[in-house]
């Protein structure tokens, strides 16, 4: 059993994977405040809870855009198993082919996300990743990661709006039935819930149409997985965890060496 910990801009994945199968996972919120003793505490927690037996966990791998937050997870890893964690870097094997100017510079949480993809629902897919930001990652029949599209994500916008427009209600992003809204609420409503779909639809067909392949799986990860799901009929699968279990196959394939 390992530890896969996809820490984000806003939330922190964590779940416990065995043979590639997520055993249990949980979110907390990403908090550069909490020290390594904190983050370890609701870890143990959770497997309390959960009947997880953290004597069987054998490592640790961790994708993370948050580098502050590193070398908390790193001590953590070895308070909990004495040892290192593995962190998704430049060099690590994946499986992955990334066709881009900078491979560097491609976040290791859409490697994680990639790898998991090309494992669990083959070539060629573009994987959407619902987070603080929308997440586009194309991947070729050939295992190439070609690119990424990265849009706003649905309720970033929504705060960043209502934070820079005081007079501006907060408001649950539901189907308003009609795109010219009578009032201020159903305005958001229909500018954000058709706006997303819309952005979301285009961008699908724009890559569709550059990777020139046949038969492309769409598939839906993140935290609002399951509201584009409900409302995008392009999307052909969802897996919330996808990173966490992406996690888990590079660990596979790097663990020998270590």
Request: proline letters at 3%.
């Given at each position: 059993m390992i530890l896969a910990v996809d820490v984000g801009n806003t939330n922190i994945k964590i779940g416990f994977t065995k043979?590639?199968?997520?055993?249990?996972?949980?979110?907390?919120?990403?908090?550069?405040?909490?020290t390594s003793?904190?983050?370890?505490?609701l870890i143990e927690l959770f497997a309390k809870k959960a009947k997880i037996n953290l004597e069987e966990l054998e490592g640790i791998i961790i994708c993370s855009v948050v580098p502050s937050l590193d070398p908390i997870f790193e001590t953590l890893s070895k308070r909990l198993l004495g040892k290192n964690p593995i962190f998704v870097e430049p060099g690590i094997k994946t499986g992955l082919v990334i066709n881009a100017e900078n491979p560097k510079e491609v976040g290791s949480d859409i490697v994680s996300i990639a790898a998991g993809a090309i494992y669990f629902y083959g070539t060629p897919?573009?994987?959407?990743?619902?987070?603080?930001?929308?997440?586009?990652?194309?991947?070729?029949?050939?295992?190439?990661?070609?690119?990424?599209?990265?849009?706003?994500?649905?309720?970033?916008?929504?705060e960043a709006l209502i934070k820079?427009?005081?007079?501006?209600?907060?408001?649950?992003?539901?189907?308003?039935?009609?795109?010219?809204?009578?009032?201020?609420?159903?305005?958001?409503?229909?500018?954000?819930?058709?706006?997303?779909?819309?952005?979301?639809?285009?961008?699908?067909?724009?890559?569709?149409?550059?990777?020139?392949?046949?038969?492309?799986?769409?598939?839906?990860?993140?935290?609002?997985?399951?509201?584009?799901?409900?409302?995008?009929?392009?999307?052909d699968a969802i897996d919330p965890y996808l990173s966490l279990k992406g996690l888990s196959v590079i660990y596979d394939k790097n663990v020998k060496n270590r």
């Open positions: 043979d590639n199968t997520i055993l249990q996972a949980f979110n907390i919120a990403t908090d550069s405040g909490k003793d904190e983050y370890l505490l897919s573009i994987t959407i990743s619902f987070g603080t930001a929308t997440v586009f990652i194309p991947i070729s029949r050939n295992n190439t990661l070609l690119g990424v599209s990265i849009a706003p994500g649905l309720i970033s916008s929504t820079k427009a005081s007079k501006l209600p907060r408001f649950n992003i539901k189907d308003p039935n009609t795109f010219i809204g009578k009032n201020t609420i159903t305005s958001l409503q229909a500018g954000f819930y058709y706006g997303f779909q819309g952005l979301t639809r285009n961008i699908i067909e724009g890559m569709k149409k550059e990777m020139k392949e046949k038969k492309i799986k769409i598939i839906a990860t993140g935290g609002l997985s399951e509201f584009a799901v409900n409302t995008i009929k392009e999307i």
